[in-house]
C-alpha cells in the first residue's frame, strides 16, 4: 500500500520533468526561427510573406500569425496585380491610339498622292491641249500662206510668160522654186523660157529636189530677208582722197593766212598730214603759208620747219 502511493506521488514529477524538457529544448529553436524570420521580414518583404504563406499552411504555427499580416500580403499581391493590369491597360489603349494615328497618317498620305497624281494628270491635259491648239494654228496658218502662194502663182500663170519672166527674174531664187511648185509644167516651161538663161539654169537644177511646202516658205522668206538687208546696206564710197599734185595745188591757189590757219589746225589734229600739204604745195606758196603760220603762231611755226627740215 505505502509503495503504491510512493509511485503515485513520483508519476506526476515525472511527467512534469519530461514536458520541461522537451520545451527546454523547443525554446531556443523557436526563438532562433522567429529571430530569423522577424529579420528576414524586415529585410526582405517578398520572403516575408513567402513565409507567412508556409506558415498558414502548417497546423499549429498558423494560428500564431496574425490574420492582418496575411490580409495585408494579399492586398499587396492584390494592388500589384490591379497596377499591373492597369499598366496593361493603359499600354493596349496606347499602342491602339498610335495604329489609329498611324493609319489616320497613312490615309492622308494616300489621299495627298491621289490630289498630287491628278493634278499631274490634269496638267498633262492641259500641256496636251495647248500643243493641239498651237498645232492647229500653225497647221491653219500654214494652209492660209500655201492658199496665198497658190493663188498668186495662178496669177503669174494668166499672165503672159514674157512679164512673168520679168518678175521672176526680180525674184531670189528660192521664192521663184516656191511659185513653180505649185504651178502646171506647160506654165513653168513657158515662164523658164523668158527668164534670164543663168537663173532658169539654176531654177531648173534645183527643181527636181523636191522639198516640204513649209521647208521652201521659210527658204524662201530667209532670202527675201537676205536681199533687203543686203539693199539697205550703204556701198562703201571708194577711195576719193586727193592726190600730191592735186593737194598741193589745191593750198597754193588759197590765200596764205587762209592756208596757214587751216593747215594749223590740221596739224593739231594729225601732224603727218599738215607736213603733208606743206610738202605737196611749190616753194613759192610754201614760203608764203609759213610766213602767215609765222604771224599766227611763231612756236608751232618753229616746230613744223624743223619736222619739215628732218624729214
Known amino acids: 500500500m505505502a509503495k503504491t502511493e510512493l509511485d503515485e506521488e513520483l508519476e506526476p514529477e515525472e511527467s512534469g520533468g519530461g514536458f520541461s524538457r522537451i520545451l527546454f529544448f523547443l525554446t531556443p529553436i523557436l526563438f532562433t526561427v522567429v529571430l530569423l524570420a522577424v529579420l528576414l521580414t524586415l529585410f526582405n518583404l517578398n520572403f516575408r510573406n513567402a513565409l507567412l504563406e508556409i506558415g498558414e499552411k502548417i497546423p499549429i504555427v498558423k494560428n500564431f500569425i496574425p490574420d492582418s499580416a496575411v490580409s495585408g500580403s494579399e492586398k499587396e499581391k492584390d494592388d500589384a496585380k490591379k497596377q499591373k493590369e492597369s499598366t496593361e491597360a493603359t499600354l493596349k489603349q496606347l499602342k491602339e491610339q498610335v495604329a489609329e494615328q498611324e493609319e489616320q497618317l497613312k490615309e492622308a498620305n494616300e489621299q495627298v498622292a491621289e490630289k498630287d497624281n491628278r493634278v499631274k494628270e490634269l496638267q498633262e491635259q ?32 494668166e499672165m503672159s510668160p514674157s512679164k512673168a519672166a520679168a518678175i521672176f527674174d526680180k525674184l ?37 529636189d523636191v522639198k516640204p511646202a513649209e521647208d521652201m516658205a521659210i527658204a524662201a522668206l530667209q532670202s527675201r530677208l537676205k536681199k533687203e538687208a543686203a539693199a539697205e546696206t550703204p556701198a562703201q564710197p571708194a577711195n576719193t582722197g586727193l592726190d600730191d599734185a592735186q593737194l598741193g595745188q589745191t593750198f597754193a591757189s588759197m590765200s596764205a593766212d587762209s592756208a596757214a590757219k587751216l593747215i594749223i589746225q590740221t596739224y593739231k589734229a594729225s601732224p603727218d598730214k599738215a607736213l603733208k600739204i606743206l610738202k605737196a604745195v611749190n616753194d613759192t606758196a610754201r614760203s608764203k603759208i609759213l610766213d602767215a603760220m609765222t604771224e599766227e603762231d611763231a612756236n608751232l611755226s618753229v616746230k613744223i620747219v624743223n619736222q619739215l627740215v628732218s624729214k
Open 126 to 157: 492641259l500641256d496636251t491641249a495647248q500643243e493641239t491648239a498651237e498645232e492647229q494654228k500653225q497647221a491653219e496658218e500654214e494652209a492660209a500662206y500655201q492658199k496665198e502662194v497658190k493663188k498668186l502663182a495662178q496669177i503669174y500663170s
Open 172 to 208: 531670189t531664187t528660192e521664192e521663184t522654186l516656191q511659185m513653180f511648185s505649185v504651178m502646171s509644167n506647160e506654165s513653168k516651161v513657158a515662164i523658164l523660157e523668158k527668164m534670164d538663161p543663168q537663173k532658169a539654169a539654176d531654177i531648173s537644177i534645183k527643181l527636181k
